[in-house]
């Protein structure tokens, strides 16, 4: 069973017809029993940092999603999740993230040039490491395949756990993974073939 953590910020809809599509029926769930007995877990996530942290905490959902990612059940995280993932964020203050993958959520602004639109909003080409084998997310597809992104921060310090990467004038954070569990900036439930193909592979792991 797959289970999509619900604490009230996510685009849960699209997020379950895209498993749908790729054959998985996910359980939409704030209920730690349920997440307990999933294998994979999956935290969406849109909005602002501050306020899904505080969301997951006020639920008592946070300890669920540590306890699961620690457990070395697979756990992805999507969007304003995957950033969740990393130490902190500074969006709008410094707000402490669940730590499970080591990185900071920062503002793209500073190094995005002036000519470039934030929020970042589009499909943009993914690349991989030259340094290492591509992760299994990416089994089922290639280098180049584009995702849809729509957002304002990203992540950064975190580049040995960096997987993907998209150009956006430089090079920004697109996916990250530490063990068992996973982060990707960009919605795949929004993009096309390609994101159902990650799905899937996610829900294989």
Known sequence: MLAVVDYGVGNLFSLTCSLRAVGVEAAVTGDEA???RAD???????GAFGDAADALRRTGLDQAVLREGERGKPLLGICLGMQLLLDYSTEYGRHQGLGL?????RAIRPEVPRSYKVPHMGWNALRFPKDRP???LFRYIQEGDCVYFVHSYAGTDCEEHTIATAEYGPELTAAVARDNVYGVQFHPEKSGPVGLNILKAFCEL
């Open 101 to 105: 993958i080591p990185g900071s959520v």
């Open 40 to 46: 994979r877990v999956i935290l969406p996530g849109v």
């Open 34 to 36: 349920v997440l307990a």
């Open 134 to 136: 591509p992760s299994p």
